[in-house]
């Protein structure tokens, strides 16, 4: 519901110099304070068949997050059956028993939020969060994968999925730096190690996997005494338990696994390596293994490598960024894992820089970082900042960072679901001298260096199997290091034979009739309320307590499409050197501000708008917001800043020459726009590098002042306190900001837009072992039109995971890891677009059955009665789970603001799914969508790619990927 008021505060010149004091001044919370707040209670039983079981209430909204966690990872693989965890994990997915079909399928109907499953080292895990209405149905569908699969493995299953693995591998292998993970682990440690081989799995070892190992790794794994499940949101336990008990307590023990404690792997000596990779510039690494993430010198361990490269003020950044300006960027991090973690260091060297002098550096800077170790200072500023992290996360119930994955966690690493109080504890009682002796104790043993240098890689090795063909009828990308699990959307025949006895039921529960969904209220929004400061800025404020954090976004009617068109880049180039330093704090004090606050101030834009976004605890509000004010109204500009950023901007536009998705990105737009239009811009925003090379500190500030003042903005604000409180918080520190006396200019959407060309342009990218197709066509509309009949035949056609497009190119015939269509909202004209990362040799092919599917669509065999009721059913019961977090519920305010939509707009949305027909979809596709139109850019290797496209029929132009570093 909409409660309007109007605000004319009135603000003393006391407020007013308070608000626009230097923030340094400001008292935080202390971190104790905030360490308190982070508690997430629980209660726990454990089947008879020893399935451990944990439940969390959480009230707030009427969901539940259904977390499933198995005690098997990568590092269960024996030799030559590198992958099978993660490849059995899309096994998963693919129907069981009494759940035959696409496990999505059957999520959709539950109306089915944040799900996916993931596999890495130690753990394979499931999850959900459904409605409450819908958790006996996701009760039962994990139940039936773990009870009654075997039946449900098909060969055409594994087939398919095995091609989908491998062109996720593909698609990560593509990036830059995509292939440092294989050469890490090579380094760091020996195969035999469980650790010694990465997740995803080699082609060969992906290629050989039969129908009976697939079998044995779920007989061997899946039994409920080696899981854990985890229900979080709206259940107490005495509700949890009849419902575990009914669904999971017939399925028998499994086997049990045996526990792994390898050693931890050390160097006998300094390990050097050097690879080639068409990368932007060097990339120069450091690793270590270091004790596992239930050691007390693992704490310590975070700490130090948050202190090095880890924070925005963090010693690297400051003495190799800021201060020495030899490198573009800089991480330092502790990924954690059971049986050993990773110590990781790498620094992007400024292009042009000496390598090996940055290198030498590096290493000189560690060596004193490590005999002197850190203050205490910054020990508090990690400390608070981690606090302030574990406290927003407690706002979700599920999803990959939820308090389900907090306790599940826990659990299984550590034998504890409250493991985090330790960890947090062990945090607040940091000090220098105990990471500085856990520095000197582990960083002193020999590294791994890796340099990685820009040029040629080798020529991608293959599989002679890897044609995508399937027989039979029928992301999360990667980035190259250890930071991320692989996702599925993104021993002996005596134990096999035990295994296989154990999964008989004991009791059968009723697996006849899959349990719907039942009676879901219809979402209410939270209450947004309206307000006007003195200078005319509208604030809308919505309420909500569930953790004590305030998020305020202050928006303006800027973006990308406002960039000069002589000068592409500008906005970028400004946004980023925001967050440098205003007129009371340089860089430095400006980030060490908001560690000491526990708050995070990022500036981003898309083609319409430019946002300033605060996420600060209730307890630091008012310093917040000060830092807030200051580094919108009062940036510095810097001139030495400014060349910094110049150069890390620069970087960026050569790393997107270099990435698929960043090329495709960048050519795609012009041609469907036009170079005049607002929006014929490279949709990564970062401009044209001609231009960023000369832009001035002048034309930055002019800029700014043109577009980032208060008659192109609104603020909107979500979280624990309330409108009476914040107004005259928001009036002290906008409501006198003045206009100046510039004309304002607008953005001009006049511009003729090219027709359709129904043409392809190959962008030529060697060796590629995918190629990346982007096509698209500027429809008759608006982003401001009523567009949801549109969206929701697309989820049919190509935006959902069980759409037409992506079942057919991932599903059935195995060419992609994933593909998408969406209709992109910007307020103005609206681009349909299609993505779709493919196998190098069935490019021509994918790009033909994308037509087909299309075509089909939009001529006689339009929308389903399946297809429907699946779509509207799922679509209108996920609205439950949708607005969970206040970052989704600030998200849908500025939108429902920039396409002039009632604040309520998201409690008609369930109204809207319910009146819709085959009619109404069909013929809000048939009248936008053209294929013969689509405009499509391929990013690939020409050579082999070139000759199947010619086969389409359609003109089509090769051209040359803009020369990036290391190109000859």
């Given at each position: 519901?909409?409660?309007p008021?109007?605000?004319?505060?009135?603000?003393s010149?006391?407020?007013?110099a308070?608000a626009l004091?230097?923030a340094?001044?400001?008292?935080?919370a202390?971190v104790?304070?905030l360490?308190?707040?982070?508690?997430?209670?629980y209660?726990?039983f454990t089947?008879?068949n020893?399935?451990t079981v944990?439940?969390?209430e959480?009230?707030?909204a009427?969901?539940?997050?259904?977390?499933?966690?198995?005690?098997?990872?990568s590092?269960?693989?024996?030799k030559?059956?590198?992958?099978?965890?993660h490849l059995?994990e899309?096994?998963m997915?693919?129907?069981?028993?009494n759940?035959?079909?696409?496990y999505?399928?059957?999520?959709?109907?539950?109306g089915?939020?944040?799900f996916?499953?993931?596999?890495?080292f130690?753990?394979t895990?499931?999850?959900?969060?459904v409605?409450?209405?819908?958790?006996?149905?996701a009760?039962?569908?994990e139940?039936?994968r773990?009870?009654?699969?075997l039946n449900?493995i098909t060969?055409?299953?594994l087939t398919n999925q095995?091609?989908?693995v491998?062109?996720?591998k593909?698609?990560?292998?593509?990036?830059?730096?995509?292939?440092v993970?294989?050469?890490q682990?090579e380094?760091?440690?020996p195969?035999?190690?469980?650790?010694g081989?990465s997740?995803?799995?080699?082609?060969?070892?992906?290629?050989a996997?039969?129908?009976?190992?697939?079998k044995?790794?779920?007989?061997?794994?899946?039994?409920?005494n080696?899981?854990i499940l985890v229900l979080?949101?709206?259940?107490?336990v005495s509700e949890?338990k009849?419902l575990?008990e009914?669904?999971?307590?017939?399925?028998?023990?499994?086997?049990?696994v045996?526990?792994?404690n390898?050693p931890?792997?050390?160097?006998?000596?300094e390990?050097?390596a050097?690879m080639?990779?068409?990368?932007?510039?060097?990339?120069l690494?450091?690793?270590?293994?270091?004790?596992?993430l239930n050691d007390?010198?693992?704490?310590?361990?975070?700490?130090?490598?948050?202190?090095?490269?880890?924070?925005a003020s963090?010693?690297l950044?400051?003495?190799l960024?800021r201060?020495?300006?030899?490198?573009?960027?800089?991480?330092a991090?502790?990924q954690?894992?059971?049986?050993?973690?990773?110590?990781e260091v790498?620094?992007?060297?400024k292009p042009?820089a000496d390598?090996?002098?940055v290198?030498?550096?590096?290493d000189?800077?560690m060596?004193?970082?490590?005999?002197?170790?850190?203050?205490?200072?910054?020990?508090?500023r990690?400390?608070t900042r981690?606090?302030?992290?574990?406290?927003?996360g407690?706002?979700?119930v599920?999803g990959f960072t939820?308090?389900a994955?907090?306790?599940a966690?826990?659990?299984?690493?550590?034998?504890?679901p409250a493991?985090?109080?330790k960890q947090?504890?062990?945090?607040?009682a940091?000090?220098?001298?105990?990471v500085?002796?856990?520095?000197q104790?582990?960083?002193?043993?020999?590294?791994?260096?890796?340099h990685?240098l820009?040029g040629?890689?080798d020529?991608?090795q293959?599989?002679?199997g890897?044609?995508?063909?399937?027989?039979g009828s029928?992301p999360?990308m990667?980035?190259?290091v250890?930071?991320?699990p692989?996702?599925y959307?993104s021993?002996a025949?005596?134990a096999?034979?035990?295994g296989a006895a154990s999964?008989?039921?004991l009791?059968a529960?009723?697996?006849?009739?899959?349990p719907e969904a039942?009676a879901?209220?219809?979402?209410?929004?939270?209450?947004?309320?309206e307000a006007t400061?003195?200078?005319g800025?509208k604030?809308?404020?919505?309420?909500r307590?569930?953790?004590?954090?305030?998020?305020?976004?202050v928006?303006?009617?800027?973006?990308?499409a406002?960039d000069p068109?002589?000068?592409l880049g500008?906005?970028?180039?400004m946004?980023?050197?925001?967050?440098?330093?205003t007129q009371k704090?340089?860089s430095v004090q400006?980030a060490e501000a908001?560690?000491?606050?526990?708050?995070?101030i990022?500036?981003?834009s898309?083609?319409?708008?430019?946002?300033?976004s605060?996420?600060a605890?209730?307890?630091?509000l008012g310093?917040s917001?000060?830092?807030l004010?200051d580094v919108i109204?009062?940036p510095?500009?810097?001139a030495?800043?400014l060349?910094?950023?110049?150069?890390?901007?620069?970087?960026r536009?050569?790393a997107?020459?270099?990435?698929?998705q960043?090329?495709a990105?960048r050519?795609l737009?012009?041609?469907?726009?036009?170079?005049?239009?607002?929006y014929?811009v490279?949709?990564?925003?970062?401009?044209?590098?001609?231009?960023v090379?000369k832009l001035?500190?002048?034309q930055l500030?002019a800029?700014?002042?043109?577009w980032?003042?208060?008659?192109?903005a609104?603020?909107?604000?979500?979280?624990?306190?309330?409108?009476k409180d914040?107004?005259?918080?928001?009036?002290?520190?906008?409501g006198?900001?003045?206009?100046?006396?510039m004309?304002?200019?607008?953005k001009?959407?006049s511009?003729?837009?090219?027709?359709?060309q129904g043409?392809?342009i190959l962008?030529d990218?060697p060796n590629?072992p995918?190629s990346?197709?982007?096509?698209?066509?500027?429809?008759?509309?608006?982003?401001?039109?009523?567009?949801l009949a549109?969206?929701?035949?697309?989820?049919?056609?190509?935006?959902?995971?069980?759409?037409?497009?992506?079942?057919?190119?991932r599903?059935?015939?195995?060419?992609s890891y994933?593909?998408r269509?969406?209709i992109?909202?910007?307020?103005?004209?609206?681009?349909?677009?299609?993505?779709a990362?493919?196998q190098?040799?069935?490019?021509?092919?994918?790009?033909?059955?994308i037509?087909?599917?299309?075509?089909?669509f939009i001529?006689?065999?339009?929308?389903?009665?399946e297809?429907?009721d699946r779509?509207?059913?799922?679509?209108?019961?996920?609205?439950?789970?949708?607005?969970?977090?206040?970052a989704?519920?600030?998200?849908?305010?500025?939108s429902?603001?920039?396409?002039?939509r009632?604040t309520?707009?998201?409690e008609s949305?369930?109204?809207?799914y319910r009146s819709?027909?085959a009619?109404?979809?069909n013929g809000a596709m048939?009248?936008?969508?053209?294929?013969?139109?689509?405009?499509?850019?391929?990013?690939?290797?020409?050579a082999?790619v070139?000759?199947?496209?010619?086969?389409?029929?359609?003109?089509?132009e090769?051209r040359?990927a803009a020369?990036a570093?290391g190109?000859?």
């Open positions: 519901m909409l409660k008021i109007r605000s004319l505060i009135a603000v010149s006391l407020a007013l308070v004091s230097p340094q001044a400001q008292q935080a202390p104790a304070d360490v308190k707040t982070v508690n997430i209670p209660q726990q089947l008879a020893g399935l944990i439940v969390h959480d009230r707030k009427p969901i539940v997050a259904v977390s499933i966690w198995y005690d098997v990872g590092k269960h693989e024996p030559g059956k590198t992958g099978y965890a059995f899309h096994i997915f693919n129907g069981s028993e759940a035959q079909g696409d999505f399928e059957y999520l959709k109907k539950l089915a939020t944040d996916n499953g993931t596999t890495w130690d753990r895990n499931y999850f959900q969060t409605p409450k209405a819908g958790l006996e149905g009760l039962f569908l139940s039936d773990m009870g009654h699969l449900g060969q055409e299953k095995i091609g989908v491998q062109n996720e593909r698609q990560g292998d593509n990036q830059p730096y995509g292939l993970e294989y050469k682990i380094m760091l440690t195969p035999e190690h469980p650790y081989h997740t995803i799995g080699s082609m060969e070892d992906l290629q996997a039969s129908l009976d190992d697939m044995k790794w779920f007989t061997d794994h899946y039994g409920p080696n899981a979080a949101g709206d259940i107490n949890a009849p575990v009914k669904y999971f307590g017939d399925i028998a023990k499994g086997p049990e045996a526990k792994l390898p931890l792997p050390t160097l006998d000596k390990k050097v050097e080639k990779d068409k990368v932007p510039t060097a990339r690494y450091r690793f270590w293994t270091v004790p596992g007390p010198d693992y704490a310590a361990l975070d700490v130090a490598a948050t202190v090095l490269g880890g924070l963090s010693r950044d400051n003495i960024v201060d020495e300006q030899t490198a573009v960027a800089v991480t991090s502790a954690p894992f059971v049986h050993g973690s990773v110590f790498y620094v992007d060297v042009g390598v090996d002098a290198s030498k550096r590096l000189a800077i060596a004193d970082f490590i005999a002197k170790g850190p203050t205490a200072d910054e020990v508090q990690v400390a981690e606090a302030a992290q574990r406290i927003n407690l706002e979700q599920g939820g308090k994955v907090t306790l966690e826990g659990a299984l690493y550590s034998d504890d493991f985090y109080k947090l504890d062990m945090l607040a940091m000090t220098p001298a105990k500085t002796a856990a520095m104790k582990w960083l002193t043993r020999p590294v791994a260096k890796l990685v820009p040629e890689r020529a991608y293959e599989v002679a890897g044609t995508g063909q399937v027989t029928g999360a990667r980035t190259g250890l930071n991320a692989a996702f959307s021993m025949e005596d096999m034979a035990a999964k008989q039921p009791a529960v009723d697996r006849s009739t899959f039942g879901v209220p219809d979402l209410d929004f939270p209450d947004v309320e400061l003195s200078n800025i604030v809308r404020f919505a309420k307590t569930a953790v004590p954090v305030v998020r305020v976004a928006s303006f009617d800027a973006g990308y406002s068109k002589d000068a500008t906005n970028s180039l946004i980023a050197l925001l967050q440098e330093g704090l340089n400006l908001q560690e000491r606050l526990g708050t995070n990022s500036a981003s898309d083609l319409d708008r430019t946002i300033v605060m996420s605890m209730k307890a630091n310093p917001l000060d830092l004010a109204r009062t510095a500009f810097d030495k800043e060349e910094r950023v110049r150069v890390q901007q620069l970087t536009i050569q997107e020459f270099t990435q698929p960043g090329i990105l050519n737009p012009p041609l469907l726009y036009g170079p005049a239009h607002p014929g490279p949709l990564t925003g970062t401009g044209d590098p001609a231009v090379a001035t500190r002048d500030a800029y700014h002042s043109q980032m003042r208060p008659e192109r609104s603020i909107f604000v979500v979280g624990d306190t309330s409108l914040i107004m005259p918080m928001l009036e002290a520190r906008f006198r900001w003045p206009s100046n006396r004309a304002l200019m607008q001009d959407f511009a003729a837009i090219p027709a359709g043409r392809i962008i990218r590629s995918q990346l197709i982007l096509a698209g066509q500027v429809l008759k509309a608006k982003g401001t039109d009523n567009l549109l969206e929701t035949a697309n989820d049919i056609l190509g935006g959902d995971f069980l759409s037409r497009i992506n079942m057919d190119l599903e059935t015939k195995g060419w994933g593909t269509t969406l992109q909202r910007p307020k103005n004209d609206v681009p349909f677009l299609a993505f990362p493919v190098t040799n069935q490019t021509g092919p994918s790009v033909a059955a037509i087909q599917q299309m075509n089909d001529g006689s065999k339009g929308v389903t009665p297809e429907l779509t509207v059913k799922g679509n209108s019961l996920e609205l439950a789970g949708t607005y969970e977090r206040s989704a519920v600030l998200s849908q305010m500025q429902d603001a920039l396409y002039g009632p309520n707009y998201a949305l369930a109204a809207q819709m027909d009619e109404k979809l048939r009248t936008a969508l053209n294929p013969k139109t689509l405009t499509w850019v391929i990013v690939g290797d020409a082999k070139e000759p199947q496209l010619k086969e389409l029929g359609m003109p089509v090769v040359r020369p570093a190109d000859k």
